[in-house]
């Protein structure tokens, strides 16, 4: 094996996360860059973007030919951009593990689908959990808690990484807080991830202390501080 294939190999799927999806089990839902070194989801389904080796230039020339010049692209991971590419947000994360927490049904619970996406952009916009967009609910099993009817809670999955998938989108109704829904529905999510034999994983932003209080006290422990970066790619697009 040579140093070059020791050192990829020893890169764990959770340090480059949107990649190991990609390229993996959510392949499905990904474009490729022309060289192959890139790649993004679908539109409407995730707005995240990876490279395979985030220091490798022309693995950021790929995703610019991919994404096109002046467009908008999410990355995550503790990555510094090449000169002409723009930094426009920066949101401090933490990365955790749920190997510990209880997986639990909530028979409470009920499977969310394409029909009810108008509702889940409803809470969405209410409580700003992350980005949710038309198509994410197809990438992994999304379940709710109604109230008299009303889609009050929600939790699902979104990168999902060979053995691994992302709870995310975990967001309650401000009027419904404090029931212990969010816990019952990742404890329901996690159990869905167990079930396949995999293992659950999350991000949160550093600065939301409340939700990964609540993530601690059900066992999940912090594994890497990665950031979220909005970026620019070049006005001018490099050869790839």
């Known amino acids: 094996m040579s140093p070059d294939s ?4 020893a890169v764990h799927v959770l340090d480059n996360p949107v990649w190991a999806a990609l390229t993996g089990p959510s392949g499905g839902f990904a474009e ?3 060289a192959g070194l890139s790649a993004r989801y679908v539109e409407d389904a995730s707005p995240f973007a990876a490279l395979a080796d985030p220091e490798d230039p022309r693995a950021w020339a790929d995703l610019a030919a991919l994404a096109g010049p002046d467009a908008p692209v999410w990355v995550t991971g503790l990555l510094t951009p090449p000169e002409g590419w723009t930094t426009v947000a920066t949101v401090a994360g933490v990365q955790l593990d749920g190997a510990a927490v209880r997986a639990e049904a909530a028979p409470e619970a009920v499977r969310l689908g394409p ?3 108008p509702e889940m952009l409803e809470l969405v916009e209410l409580t700003r959990p992350g980005p949710f967009l038309t198509r994410t609910v197809e990438l992994g099993t999304y379940l709710g808690i109604r109230d008299r009817g ?3 809670a929600m939790a699902g999955e979104r990168m999902r990484p060979p053995g691994w998938s992302e709870i995310s989108a975990v967001c309650t109704h401000p009027d419904h807080r404090g029931r212990g829904l969010a ?4 404890r329901a999510v996690a159990a ?3 079930e396949r034999g995999e293992r659950p994983f999350l991000h949160a932003a550093a600065d939301n202390t409340g939700a990964i209080a609540l993530y601690e006290s059900m066992g999940f422990t912090l594994r890497r501080r990665p950031h979220f970066i909005g970026l620019r790619t070049p006005t001018t697009t490099p050869p790839a």
């Open 6 to 9: 020791t050192a990829a190999a």
């Open 32 to 34: 490729t860059g022309p």
């Open 115 to 117: 029909a009810d996406v």
């Open 150 to 152: 009303r889609l009050v």
């Open 183 to 186: 816990a019952r529905l990742v």
């Open 192 to 194: 869905a991830i167990a």
